[in-house]
């Protein structure tokens, strides 16, 4: 059995799977500028994390084993799980007695799963689990049990992504489980082990060499550096541990109070670091606030009070008539509206007049043209025919002397109509 728990001891630093992180981070960045003589109060309080000291440690943390099987069906059963201020709690009857739990499992760290006389039914994915509820940490170990008749297969191996043990049925195992940090142990100071402080750094220095303002311990110790805080120009919270909140105060703020201020929260019990950044910048004063006194005018002033009684006073009021001023407006609305529907009307009696003279002109026109025309036609064919009548028994030697005195007759007689 010792040699399976040495295993075990040096099994362990490569297979525990943690769900927390202990790693220092900044977690809030805050940039914050104000006048100079107000009051500032720089936040730093964690949501996450408790800071304050608390006396049921031992009901926050519980470890469990848990085993999955394939076969001959998928199920998942909880072995056992114990925690400091409880007894071990094994949930099947069949293995009370034949599985168990050191005693001293929260003392030194060793929480290995006993198993005596193996049986068929123990093989499976077996889950140890350690939940540290006040620190928000879990973590877990996978082991795979295998059993086997033979003598031979008997052996013990890492697949890559977990411990796999072949044992020998009817034989006894060990599964290890060990974490031997402090924080699954009983015996420490929780209170020693929170720290909480203030540093300001000013413009050009270097982080290493930033002032250290204030130290403030979870059982009560403090430390102040400077004269700034027995000048009560800064402050915290004396129960700080008790609500958690850390916020530094700083009154009457002068140009001097420039730079960039951290807080550190610091739980080394559950291995946790939180980091706050403030850079605060100083402006200007405000202007005062000026309150005049109230002028007093010498109209403003009281009258002596006599016995007399003053007669009381009679205004006038002038209130124009509405109604007059209604219909007045209305006038002249309405005689503009005809004004305009007057001169639309004469626009379109000029333009219908001008129209149909202009139709009456081109109508005697093209009468009066007809007219010589068939005058002119008619005359000339009755001519033509005068002048065509002669005599057929002329004198004429020829035809076309005839025809030549005919035509120069003709002409003469024309010629003399058109001159007169």
């Known amino acids: 059995m010792s040699l399976l728990q040495i295993f075990a001891v040096l099994f362990l630093p490569g297979a525990w799977c943690q769900s927390s992180s202990s790693r220092v981070g900044v977690v809030e960045a805050k940039n914050i500028t104000l006048p100079a003589g107000s009051q500032v109060v720089l936040p730093c309080h964690s949501p996450r994390m408790v800071w304050t000291h608390d006396r049921l440690k031992d009901r926050q943390r519980v470890v469990h084993w848990d085993v999955v099987r394939n076969s001959p069906e998928y199920s998942v059963e909880r072995v056992l799980d114990m925690s400091p201020g409880a007894r071990l709690r094994v949930y099947n009857g069949f293995n009370k007695g034949r599985i ?129 805080f027995g000048q009560n120009k800064m402050s915290v919270a004396e129960d700080a541990f008790t609500l958690g909140d850390f916020s530094l105060s700083i009154s009457d703020l002068k140009p001097d109070d420039k730079g960039l201020y951290s807080c550190h929260l610091h739980h080394h019990y559950c291995g946790l670091h939180e980091r706050r950044i403030f850079r605060l910048t100083v402006g200007p004063p405000l202007p005062p606030a000026t309150t005049e006194a109230p002028r007093i005018f010498p109209n403003d002033e009281p009258a002596p009070k006599t016995e007399e009684v003053e007669s009381p006073r009679v205004v006038n009021v002038i209130l124009p008539e509405h109604r007059g001023y209604f219909v007045q407006h209305l006038g002249y609305f309405l005689a503009t509206f005809i004004l305009l529907a007057l001169i639309m009307v004469a626009v379109i009696v000029l333009t219908r007049r001008r ?51 005919m035509t120069k007759g003709c002409n003469m007689d024309f010629d003399g109509k058109q001159w007169k």
């Open 100 to 228: 168990s739990l050191t005693e001293s499992a929260f003392s030194d760290g060793n929480f290995s799963l006993v198993i005596n006389n193996v049986v068929t039914t123990d093989k499976g994915l077996y889950t140890c689990n350690l939940h540290h509820h006040y620190c928000q940490i879990h973590q877990s170990i996978q082991i795979q049990l295998n059993v086997t008749k033979s003598v031979r297969k008997e052996k013990r191996y890492w697949d890559g992504e977990k411990a796999v043990f072949v044992v020998l049925l009817g034989s006894s195992v060990v599964l290890p489980c060990v974490n031997r940090r402090s924080l699954w142990r009983e015996g420490l100071q929780e209170d020693q082990q929170q720290v909480a402080h203030w540093d300001f750094q000013p413009p050009g220095v270097r982080p290493d060499r930033a002032d250290r303002l204030v130290d403030l311990y979870a059982s009560g110790e403090r430390r102040d550096y400077g004269p700034l």
């Open 355 to 405: 129209k149909k003279r202009g139709m009456d002109y081109d109508v005697y026109r093209y009468d009066r043209r007809n007219v010589i025309s068939e005058g002119e036609i008619s005359l000339d064919c009755t001519e033509l025919k005068t002048c065509n009548q002669a005599p057929l028994n002329s004198d004429y030697k020829n035809n076309l002397l005839k025809e030549r005195d």
